[in-house]
């Protein structure tokens, strides 16, 4: 087996702003998996928040690619145990090397992700679409540009009730609320109530990652159904979110791949747990993953090819005549084919 890699910087349509900062391009480490002619491709955006910048992945990855070459891949989950002990700090990069192999697989098999994951394409939920924290006017013209039937609505400012209630007279669709961990309990506990009044759906994320004796009282107090993202990182963390939480965003780069991603899908069922799927801004290849393991989810966030202008893959397409929905690629494995157009690093 070959390892290749590439980093690319993507610019987003718009500046893409939430409760902790500002940004105008995404950071992503694509790889490459070359197991005898084959090639599988997978995916990590790097987010500032977790301290796993693309230089990182790469210094890791050049550090133990001999070992990363050597493993015989007869399983992609026995391959992810092997790369979660020679990368234990580094679920970005085990996640991008993860989605390769499950890309390989499949074409191996010549089958679709999606059915080797057992999961029905009819089954697939439609996906939101972002509006980042701007001006109220910014944020409605942004809304207006792109008709959609659910939307992710940023929040964590000072004018969380007039963004939403803005939005709301322009539009009749589902608004889905993501904090970003920026409310005290106190502010949620006035918010929420209100937010339900303006028809919002749900609420990722409302207070900070560690505040679990906030969670607990708003789960008490809960009008509308509570969404895990920052308090859910790993596999481990599931269980902590039961009875503070309604539902986890499962992130494949934070749980370090589509391999822990099937077992915390399980184990949230076994919860009675509702289940989202989140982006973290991946080009088309990340997006892929996610697509696939779609049918086994209630929710899904999945429109980072939407909010960046640049893209590193064909065949997962969006369907312009149903909004929020899209086709998942029928190819072998991912089904998506790469068309990276610069190269920033290669071990090529």
């Given at each position: ?221 809960a009008s509308l159904p509570l969404i895990a993202d920052e308090s859910c990182v790993t596999e481990a963390d599931v269980q902590k979110c039961y009875g503070h939480f309604h539902g986890i965003n499962i992130k494949l780069t934070k749980c370090s791949g589509i391999t822990p991603a099937r077992r915390m899908i399980e184990q949230a069922r076994k919860l009675d747990m509702k289940l989202m799927l989140g982006s973290m801004n991946e080009s088309s290849i990340g997006s892929a993953a ?59």
């Amino acid at each position: 087996m070959k390892c290749n890699y590439f980093s690319f910087d993507l610019a987003f349509r718009h500046p893409f702003t939430i409760s902790r900062g500002t940004k105008t391009h995404q950071p992503t480490l694509v790889v490459e998996l070359d197991f005898n002619g084959i090639s599988g491709w997978g995916e990590a955006p790097a987010i500032t928040y977790y301290q796993i910048p693309v230089e990182k992945m790469v210094a890791d990855l050049q550090a133990k690619k001999v070992f990363v070459e050597k493993f015989s891949l007869t399983d992609p989950e026995r391959y992810w145990h092997y790369l979660h002990h020679l990368f234990p700090q580094n679920n970005f990069l085990v996640c991008a090397l993860d989605i390769a192999a499950w890309d390989v697989w499949g074409r191996l098999r010549g089958k679709p992700l999606y059915n080797l994951l057992q999961a029905d394409p009819q089954n697939k939920p439609l996906t939101d679409y972002t509006i980042g924290i701007d001006t109220i006017e910014k944020m409605v013209e942004k809304m207006e540009e792109k008709p959609w039937p659910l939307y992710k609505v940023k929040l964590g400012t000072d004018k969380d009730l007039e963004i939403v209630q803005a939005l709301r007279k322009h539009t009749d669709a589902a608004i889905r609320v993501d904090a970003n961990a920026a409310w005290t309990t106190e502010e949620a506990l006035q918010k929420i109530p209100r937010l339900k009044d303006l028809g919002v759906e749900l609420i990722e994320q409302p207070l900070a990652k560690d505040n679990w004796e906030g969670m607990k009282v708003l789960y008490q107090h809960a009008s509308l159904p509570l969404i895990a993202d920052e308090s859910c990182v790993t596999e481990a963390d599931v269980q902590k979110c039961y009875g503070h939480f309604h539902g986890i965003n499962i992130k494949l780069t934070k749980c370090s791949g589509i391999t822990p991603a099937r077992r915390m899908i399980e184990q949230a069922r076994k919860l009675d747990m509702k289940l989202m799927l989140g982006s973290m801004n991946e080009s088309s290849i990340g997006s892929a993953a996610i697509a696939h393991l779609s049918p086994l989810v209630d929710f899904l966030d999945m429109d980072g090819p939407l909010l960046l202008s640049e893209d590193l893959g064909t065949g997962l397409r969006f369907d312009a005549a149903k909004p929020g929905s899209f086709h998942l690629p029928d190819g072998p494995g991912l089904g998506i084919t790469y068309t990276g157009l610069y190269k920033k690093e290669s071990s090529i």
